[in-house]
């Protein structure tokens, strides 16, 4: 699904790194608020949903290969957050769903969950 | 590669906003030559976790990365106030963090664990008043 397909979905706005949003494919995604969880069992190359805002989730995703990240909650991340983003190439949108709802929406629409092997 | 690679941060307690810095370097270096994207993100996940740690609970110290034909070797050095039971420190769900890390969305006792997965080699020593060091090897 293209990015800015996922955006469309989940009403999202797109806060940088517009020009990947037509062309970026994603096929699957991992959701949560706990970065450590994120290391531990998200697989490179799916999307990130979650309500932290802060330049971790962007350092967290330049460490696993997550091409983009979804803010739930209408969270708007910090000036930082954004800047860091838009250096490591990395697109974000904000969401007013929550987490429950914009997965549900996702999944629905055949993205895949993103584990690595230590999960199951 | 002829000779071996060496890479070294320091890491400043509480530093929140440049905390990863010296993380993505190390990642970006390994990837900049040829190593396996798999290889990468262990030696990222370990190097990024274990630097948190020196954010979160060793008042700061130092990170290095030995890159060598075949392996690389990821240790970090503090002088913070040590883990009084290392075993326990490594069980997961076991943490210590404050709100402020967990604010962060680290804090959860997975950090030490994560890493000792991630590593093909995995040595902690820890005294209490002097500090902690650590010792990771991933070999490919």
């Given at each position: 699904?293209?990015?800015?397909?996922?955006?469309?979905?989940?009403?999202?706005?797109?806060?940088?790194?517009?020009?990947?949003?037509?062309?970026l494919?994603?096929?699957?995604?991992?959701?949560?608020?706990?970065?450590?969880?994120?290391?531990?069992?998200?697989a490179?190359?799916?999307?990130?949903?979650?309500?932290?805002?802060?330049?971790?989730?962007?350092?967290?995703?330049?460490?696993?290969?997550?091409?983009?990240?979804?803010?739930?909650?209408?969270?708007?991340?910090?000036?930082?957050?954004?800047?860091?983003?838009?250096?490591?190439?990395?697109?974000?949108?904000?969401s007013?769903?929550?987490?429950?709802?914009?997965c549900?929406?996702?999944?629905?629409?055949?993205?895949?969950?993103?584990?690595?092997?230590?999960?199951? | 590669?002829?000779?071996?690679?060496?890479?070294?941060?320091?890491?400043?307690?509480?530093?929140?906003?440049?905390?990863?810095?010296?993380?993505?370097n190390?990642?970006?270096?390994?990837?900049?030559?040829?190593?396996?994207?798999?290889?990468?993100?262990?030696?990222?996940?370990?190097?990024?976790?274990?630097?948190?740690?020196?954010?979160?609970?060793?008042?700061?110290?130092?990170?290095?990365?030995?890159?060598?034909?075949?392996?690389?070797?990821?240790?970090?050095i503090?002088?913070?106030?040590?883990?009084?039971?290392?075993?326990?420190a490594?069980?997961?769900?076991?943490?210590?963090?404050?709100?402020?890390?967990?604010?962060?969305?680290?804090?959860?006792?997975?950090?030490?664990?994560?890493?000792?997965?991630?590593?093909?080699?995995f040595v902690?020593?820890?005294?209490?008043?002097?500090?902690?060091?650590?010792?990771?090897?991933?070999?490919?």
């Amino acid at each position: 699904m293209l990015f800015e397909e996922i955006a469309k979905a989940v009403c999202a706005k797109v806060l940088c790194v517009e020009e990947k949003v037509s062309t970026l494919d994603i096929t699957k995604a991992y959701a949560s608020d706990l970065m450590s969880d994120v290391l531990a069992f998200c697989a490179p190359g799916g999307l990130l949903i979650t309500g932290l805002t802060n330049i971790q989730i962007v350092r967290t995703a330049q460490m696993l290969d997550i091409p983009g990240v979804l803010f739930v909650r209408g969270k708007a991340p910090q000036e930082e957050t954004i800047n860091l983003a838009r250096e490591a190439g990395i697109p974000m949108l904000q969401s007013k769903y929550t987490m429950f709802e914009a997965c549900g929406i996702l999944y629905s629409m055949g993205l895949i969950p993103s584990t690595s092997d230590a999960e199951r | 590669m002829a000779e071996a690679i060496y890479i070294e941060h320091s890491v400043v307690a509480d530093d929140y906003l440049a905390a990863g810095a010296a993380s993505n370097n190390i990642k970006e270096t390994l990837k900049m030559l040829g190593i396996t994207s798999s290889i990468c993100r262990r030696a990222a996940i370990i190097t990024y976790e274990a630097e948190m740690n020196l954010v979160i609970h060793g008042g700061g110290g130092k990170i290095t990365a030995n890159i060598s034909e075949g392996s690389v070797e990821i240790k970090t050095i503090d002088h913070g106030p040590g883990i009084p039971d290392v075993e326990l420190a490594i069980k997961e769900g076991y943490t210590t963090a404050g709100d402020r890390a967990r604010e962060m969305g680290f804090g959860a006792g997975m950090g030490l664990p994560n890493i000792k997965r991630n590593a093909d080699e995995f040595v902690i020593e820890s005294e209490v008043g002097k500090g902690t060091t650590l010792r990771t090897v991933i070999r490919f």
